[in-house]
């Protein structure tokens, strides 16, 4: 049975930082590029983070510089570091799974809240 668990989302002052983590189970995680994504209420869902099969990662530009992805293919995880947060960062993060010679996102998990307010 396939599963991503995202967790760490919360709430937290703008210029603060949280990370979010997604564990995954069920496949070959080590073959599959990763994702994070994101949709903020009444908007639709948008690209964050990817972070390839190799280990190459790449942004959006609304938080190149401020979040950073990584992979623990031994622990079958990824993370999402985001520093200086801004309250449009405030959205439902989601992590998905495509497989490296795949153009479909195959897995999502259920996302995680993050509000960033004063």
């Known amino acids: 049975q396939v599963q991503l668990v995202e967790s760490g989302g919360g709430l937290v002052q703008p210029g603060g930082s949280l990370r979010l983590s997604c564990a995954a189970s069920?496949?070959?995680?080590?073959?599959?590029?990763m994702n994070w994504f994101r949709q903020a209420p009444g908007k639709e869902r948008e690209f964050v983070a990817t972070?390839?099969?190799?280990?190459?990662?790449a942004y959006a530009e609304s938080v190149k510089g401020r979040f950073t992805m990584s992979r623990d293919n031994a622990k079958n995880t990824v993370y999402l570091q985001m520093n200086t947060l801004k309250p449009e960062d405030t959205a439902v993060y989601y992590c998905?799974?495509?497989?490296?010679?795949?153009?479909?996102?195959?897995?999502w998990g259920q996302g995680t809240q993050v509000t960033v307010s004063s």
């Open positions: 998905s799974a495509r497989e490296k010679s795949s153009i479909q996102y195959a897995y």
């Open positions: 069920g496949f070959t995680f080590s073959n599959f590029h």
């Open positions: 972070v390839s099969w190799t280990g190459n990662t």
